[in-house]
């Protein structure tokens, strides 16, 4: 069990207030991706536009993978020539057809609209 | 050691504006999936409702300064206000609402998009003013065949618009509406505030959300989500092929289809006595039976049907049954509509996995 001190509190709450008007995205922080040296910029350029459980859902064989990043491309998710070879090889790696389903989080209760 | 904040967000539960206990499919874009014990209500619970969305969210949604427009092939193009629709006959209809991806997640092999299992599906009663009352006064011209919906939805990158048409005959229906109020009322955010397309017994994208444009078109609006997106091969394709959308039609009604809600998937009892129930529904068509097998399929028993029903409305069902001995049982149930389809044992794969519909199986222990 950690301690923290009276200070650290401060800091700490400062820092959410800075950070106040991101907290509705925060709330919605998804979990990472898995490690590989290409995640950090699969991160950058799916996550711009959708969160990462829309990639840990899916089951899809190399070929899938490889239309899923080609029309992502084309709707506008920045990834470097270079890099769409290693983008492919890294989903599917990670989310290959055999792998279990992803077990989903429920929703917590919410303000009413 | 003190936890990064970002370590912290990640780990906070999903709130979500009046919606309890979903599945989060997706957190943003917005993907909410009802899980299977919230088919206990004939009509859903607003909190209990699915979402679907494509896009993000309107950032703002004003009910005093929101407008929708009605052009295209009509003689008097209209502005009309919130207030407009309010004193228009209103109607009421009962609507199974299904995302035509419901079930994509039982499609093998796998297919991509959001996967959705038994709850991408509700039930509830939509008001508002009948479509066609409000293009009778635009005055639809002859060349009018098609009726094209665009919502206030933000569009990310170069992502098409979500935009979709409905074919003239079924935008003039009685029971389409112009959608307003959900379950008594206003239509929630989540589900399309303030009015929506009601295009009943057809896919959820029929009844385009946050709806500011109706334009009348002289054939089915060509883009991204009515063609290659949402359409079905005219006949079966090798699981894997890609989409010919040459051979290949729109995904408009809902096939028949029931679901069991309990006992759920590798449920435990310790009772022999077991209620076994569902919903069942079958888009433009009635439900007239569901069928149980308690033995993998071999024999089947028919299930009572709730009182509660309405046209393109599920009908909730259950079976009472008594385990003749402890042991592993495969419980399944089977829809028969009003058309004479009957839910298949086995689906043909799709290359998107729409409407799937296959007889619902749920595997569960009796023990002593």
């Not at chain 2, 599945?23 to 993907?31: G, K, Q």
């Not at chain 2, 950032?59 to 300064?65: C, E, G, I, N, V």
């Not at chain 2, 003039?172 to 017994?201: K, Q, S």
Request: aromatic residues 8%; charged residues 20%.
């Amino acid at each position: 069990m950690c301690k923290v001190s009276g200070g650290q509190l401060v800091m700490v709450g400062l820092l959410v207030a800075s950070l106040s008007p991101l907290l509705p995205r925060l709330q919605a922080q998804s979990p990472d991706l898995p490690p590989g040296p290409i995640r950090d910029k699969v991160t950058t350029a799916c996550t711009e536009c959708h969160e990462s459980r829309i990639i840990l859902q899916q089951r899809l064989g190399k070929g899938a993978w490889t239309k899923e990043v080609d029309k992502m491309i084309k709707w506008g998710a920045v990834v470097d020539a270079a890099d769409r070879d290693a983008f492919i090889e890294y989903l599917s790696t990670n989310f290959p057809p055999d792998k279990p389903a992803e077990l989903m989080p429920r929703s917590a209760p919410g303000k009413r609209q | 050691m003190m936890r990064p904040l970002l370590g912290w967000a990640a780990d906070l539960p999903v709130q979500v504006s009046g919606k309890d206990g979903m599945i989060v499919r997706s957190a943003r874009f917005l993907d909410l999936e009802m899980p299977p014990e919230y088919f206990s209500s004939w009509t859903t619970p607003i909190p209990h409702f699915f979402v679907r969305n494509h896009m993000h969210e309107p950032s703002t949604l004003d009910a005093d300064t929101w407008q929708l427009t009605v052009s295209g092939e009509v003689d008097k193009p209209l502005t009309l206000k919130l207030s407009d629709l309010a004193r228009l006959e209103q109607h009421s209809v009962t609507n199974t609402l299904e995302c035509a991806g419901n079930g994509r997640a039982f499609h093998s092999p796998h297919v991509p998009g959001v996967q959705w299992q038994k709850g991408a599906v509700g039930n509830a009663r939509f008001g508002g003013p009948r479509l066609r009352d409000v293009l009778n006064r635009a005055g639809v011209k002859d060349s009018g065949k098609h009726v094209m919906f665009r919502g206030l939805d933000e569009v990310p990158g170069k992502v098409p618009p979500f935009i979709r048409s409905i074919p003239i005959e079924k935008a003039t229906d009685e029971d389409t509406l112009i959608a307003t109020h959900m379950n008594g009322a206003a239509l929630p955010r989540h589900n399309g505030f303030p009015a929506r397309a009601l295009v009943p017994g057809w896919i959820g994208a029929a009844s385009c959300k946050w709806l500011t444009e109706i334009k009348v078109l002289d054939k089915e609006f060509d883009g991204n989500f009515m063609k290659p997106g949402y359409r079905m091969p005219n006949h079966p394709v090798k699981p894997g092929d890609p989409l010919n959308v040459d051979d290949s039609h729109p995904v408009a009604a809902l096939q028949v289809k029931s679901v069991i809600s309990a006992p759920t998937d590798e449920w435990v009892s310790s009772s022999r006595s077991i209620s076994i129930h569902g919903a069942a529904w079958a888009g433009e068509a009635d439900i007239v039976k569901v069928d149980v097998s308690v033995d993998s399929g071999t024999t089947w028993h028919a299930a009572q049907l709730g009182h509660e029903r309405a046209k393109y409305a599920w009908r909730l069902w259950n079976f009472k049954w008594k385990a003749p001995h402890a042991g592993d049982f495969t419980l399944m149930s089977r829809a028969t509509d009003s058309q004479g389809r009957v839910q298949p044992l086995t689906v043909d794969w799709n290359p998107s996995g729409y409407l799937y519909n296959a007889v619902d199986k749920v595997k569960i222990h009796v023990q002593g």
